[in-house]
């Protein structure tokens, strides 16, 4: 999702004000002093030294999913977890998650002047003024609030450029439905987090003005684990005159079970960056992986150390890199043995590998895509990359709002709820993990083979009887056609296979870029953004 602090990103500006932010579980005192040391709990220092010494009372927590912290009302002590569950809990929590308590989604006041609300854009000079009133319209907004961390307030592009950014997702699945499609199959649409209800808004008003027969053969589902906003979004849809065609199902896609045999598109716009990521680091010696585990002690600290991967979604993500050969997540110096042995015999080395941020629940979400909808298609925007990152690979940027300003901060490790955690999306292994897994008819590979497989050196041949099937480098443009289907010619032609789209070359193809074109030029809808990309 795109966030105010990261506004700046498609041109170098520097940041107005720096705070000092103190690393803890519990909140800072009223004179702004940080939080009291206890006993060093933590096994093993990021910039100096690792030990492999955990606290046996750590070891004896409990160990707990998010899933099973969803009843608990305030953050919990005395549990053990993998990263990823921390991660989620901190976003989504029930009672205290990041998204269910803090979050606002920012979106132009109605009386900005625009069509249904939107910025009217023909009438700025140029982008610098157009900015200006951006950022008068979100201090408008956050008025109010009390010093410190509090409402947080966040924008994506379908809020900052509505109706037409919606507009253009619209345009783009109509147009492979009509030629695809229509009039044999209905128009099915499922959206992953609608936030606002905005661009389920957007799409089926242009749908019923410029193609109505389309929507009235239109089903519109939107998949929502926010209690909150699915209502706020069933409620908007029904008052705008959608109720007919919409269904707003309030659930986290992880725990989706009804298949949808038919032809659909899944749209997920701007939320996999908030998926949850596990934690991997590797001995320096061996290369064996380790998953990131953290312990919460009984005053709120938290405890991070590593143990043997025996999480098999872990496995199956670790086992399905190799199999694609993707890149090796190390730093190019450790993955000469020579190098290594000599960066770990310098002073204060550490025995692990910088953390490498796995998508795991990711992973999870192709999986449901393959066996839940066989016949989907999908459209995924989302960042390619993020500054001001926590450090390791693919990490995510933690950030607050104080005041007027998003605060990036230096961990993971911070107050549950208070702060959003986004990563970026590594597009090209993205698809080729996306690809590979809809070409795959039968189940899983079994999850013991995947956890040993897991478990060797990234730098081992990747020869097991987990390789590819021979056939899946071809250079065929399309998938297998699955059993029984067929194309509107009667024959049976698999889907063409997904491609990645920069944000600008996916807008010049399906928006009407004359709406938001300022007096200059100029068009911010194509040229803000620049670190997103487009999957479909």
């Given at each position: 999702?795109?966030?105010?602090?990261?506004?700046?990103?498609?041109?170098?500006?520097?940041?107005?004000?720096?705070?000092?932010?103190?690393?803890?579980?519990?909140?800072?005192?009223?004179?702004?002093?940080?939080?009291?040391?206890?006993?060093?709990?933590?096994?093993?220092?990021?910039?100096?030294?690792?030990?492999?010494?955990?606290?046996?009372?750590?070891?004896?927590?409990?160990?707990?999913?998010?899933?099973?912290?969803?009843?608990?009302?305030?953050?919990?002590?005395?549990?053990?977890?993998?990263?990823?569950?921390?991660?989620?809990?901190?976003?989504?929590?029930?009672?205290?998650?990041?998204?269910?308590?803090?979050?606002?989604?920012?979106?132009?006041?109605?009386?900005?002047?625009?069509?249904?609300?939107?910025?009217?854009?023909?009438?700025?000079?140029?982008?610098?003024?157009?900015?200006?009133?951006?950022?008068?319209?979100?201090?408008?907004?956050?008025?109010?609030?009390?010093?410190?961390?509090?409402?947080?307030?966040?924008?994506?592009?379908?809020?900052?450029?509505?109706?037409?950014?919606?507009?253009?997702?619209?345009?783009?699945?109509?147009?492979?439905?009509?030629?695809?499609?229509?009039?044999?199959?209905?128009?099915?649409?499922?959206?992953?987090?609608?936030?606002?209800?905005?661009?389920?808004?957007?799409?089926?008003?242009?749908?019923?003005?410029?193609?109505?027969?389309?929507?009235?053969?239109?089903?519109?589902?939107?998949?929502?684990?926010?209690?909150?906003?699915?209502?706020?979004?069933?409620?908007?849809?029904?008052?705008?005159?959608?109720?007919?065609?919409?269904?707003?199902?309030?659930?986290?896609?992880?725990?989706?079970?009804?298949?949808?045999?038919?032809?659909?598109?899944?749209?997920?716009?701007?939320?996999?960056?908030?998926?949850?990521?596990?934690?991997?680091?590797?001995?320096?010696?061996?290369?064996?992986?380790?998953?990131?585990?953290?312990?919460?002690?009984?005053?709120?600290?938290?405890?991070?150390?590593?143990?043997?991967?025996?999480?098999?979604?872990?496995?199956?993500?670790?086992?399905?890199?190799?199999?694609?050969?993707?890149?090796?997540?190390?730093?190019?110096?450790?993955?000469?043995?020579?190098?290594?042995?000599?960066?770990?015999?310098?002073?204060?080395?550490?025995?692990?590998?910088?953390?490498?941020?796995?998508?795991?629940?990711?992973?999870?979400?192709?999986?449901?895509?393959?066996?839940?909808?066989?016949?989907?298609?999908?459209?995924?925007?989302?960042?390619?990359?993020?500054?001001?990152?926590?450090?390791?690979?693919?990490?995510?940027?933690?950030?607050?709002?104080?005041?007027?300003?998003?605060?990036?901060?230096?961990?993971?490790?911070?107050?549950?709820?208070?702060?959003?955690?986004?990563?970026?999306?590594?597009?090209?292994?993205?698809?080729?993990?996306?690809?590979?897994?809809?070409?795959?008819?039968?189940?899983?590979?079994?999850?013991?083979?995947?956890?040993?497989?897991?478990?060797?050196?990234?730098?081992?041949?990747?020869?097991?009887?987990?390789?590819?099937?021979?056939?899946?480098?071809?250079?065929?443009?399309?998938?297998?056609?699955?059993?029984?289907?067929?194309?509107?010619?009667?024959?049976?032609?698999?889907?063409?296979?997904?491609?990645?789209?920069?944000?600008?070359?996916?807008?010049?193809?399906?928006?009407?870029?004359?709406k938001t074109r300022l007096v200059n030029g100029e068009n911010p809808m194509v040229g803000f953004y620049e670190n997103v990309k487009v999957l479909f």
């Amino acid at each position: 999702m795109l966030r105010s602090a990261l506004s700046c990103n498609h041109r170098r500006c520097p940041r107005q004000i720096h705070l000092k932010v103190y690393f803890s579980s519990t909140a800072l005192t009223a004179n702004n002093k940080p939080p009291p040391k206890h006993n060093d709990k933590i096994n093993y220092n990021p910039d100096i030294s690792f030990s492999n010494t955990v606290d046996p009372k750590h070891l004896q927590y409990p160990m707990l999913s998010s899933r099973d912290l969803e009843s608990h009302r305030k953050p919990p002590t005395r549990v053990r977890m993998l990263i990823r569950d921390f991660i989620e809990d901190s976003l989504y929590n029930p009672h205290y998650g990041y998204f269910s308590k803090r979050a606002t989604i920012f979106t132009a006041p109605p009386h900005c002047g625009g069509i249904e609300g939107g910025f009217d854009f023909n009438k700025y000079r140029d982008s610098a003024e157009f900015e200006v009133d951006v950022a008068k319209r979100y201090k408008e907004f956050g008025n109010g609030e009390e010093d410190g961390p509090g409402r947080q307030l966040w924008h994506t592009p379908t809020e900052l450029f509505k109706p037409w950014y919606g507009q253009a997702i619209a345009q783009c699945l109509v147009s492979e439905y009509l030629l695809k499609y229509f009039p044999y199959e209905d128009f099915k649409v499922y959206e992953l987090g609608a936030g606002n209800g905005t661009l389920a808004l957007n799409i089926l008003d242009f749908l019923k003005t410029h193609y109505p027969e389309v929507y009235d053969r239109t089903q519109y589902t939107i998949i929502e684990i926010s209690e909150k906003l699915s209502r706020a979004q069933r409620h908007r849809l029904h008052q705008q005159g959608h109720g007919q065609v919409v269904d707003v199902v309030n659930r986290s896609v992880f725990e989706w079970e009804r298949k949808e045999h038919a032809p659909c598109y899944v749209v997920a716009a701007e939320v996999v960056d908030n998926f949850a990521h596990d934690v991997v680091r590797y001995d320096l010696k061996t290369l064996e992986a380790y998953q990131g585990v953290v312990a919460v002690d009984e005053v709120g600290e938290f405890v991070p150390f590593y143990t043997k991967i025996n999480d098999p979604l872990i496995a199956s993500y670790l086992a399905l890199r190799r199999r694609l050969s993707l890149p090796v997540p190390l730093p190019r110096f450790l993955r000469s043995p020579s190098l290594r042995r000599v960066y770990a015999s310098l002073p204060f080395a550490p025995n692990l590998s910088p953390p490498d941020y796995i998508p795991t629940r990711l992973l999870s979400l192709l999986k449901i895509l393959r066996t839940h909808f066989p016949r989907h298609r999908l459209l995924l925007s989302d960042f390619s990359s993020l500054p001001d990152a926590v450090p390791g690979l693919n990490a995510p940027v933690v950030q607050t709002r104080v005041g007027t300003t998003m605060v990036p901060c230096g961990s993971i490790f911070v107050q549950q709820g208070w702060f959003d955690i986004m990563f970026p999306t590594d597009f090209t292994a993205l698809r080729e993990m996306y690809e590979f897994l809809l070409s795959q008819a039968g189940p899983d590979a079994d999850e013991q083979d995947e956890l040993s497989y897991a478990r060797v050196s990234p730098l081992a041949s990747s020869t097991s009887p987990l390789s590819l099937g021979a056939g899946f480098f071809s250079s065929r443009a399309r998938r297998s056609p699955l059993d029984g289907v067929t194309s509107a010619s009667g024959l049976p032609v698999g889907e063409r296979k997904s491609s990645v789209f920069s944000h600008a070359e996916y807008l010049e193809t399906y928006a009407d870029l004359g709406k938001t074109r300022l007096v200059n030029g100029e068009n911010p809808m194509v040229g803000f953004y620049e670190n997103v990309k487009v999957l479909f």
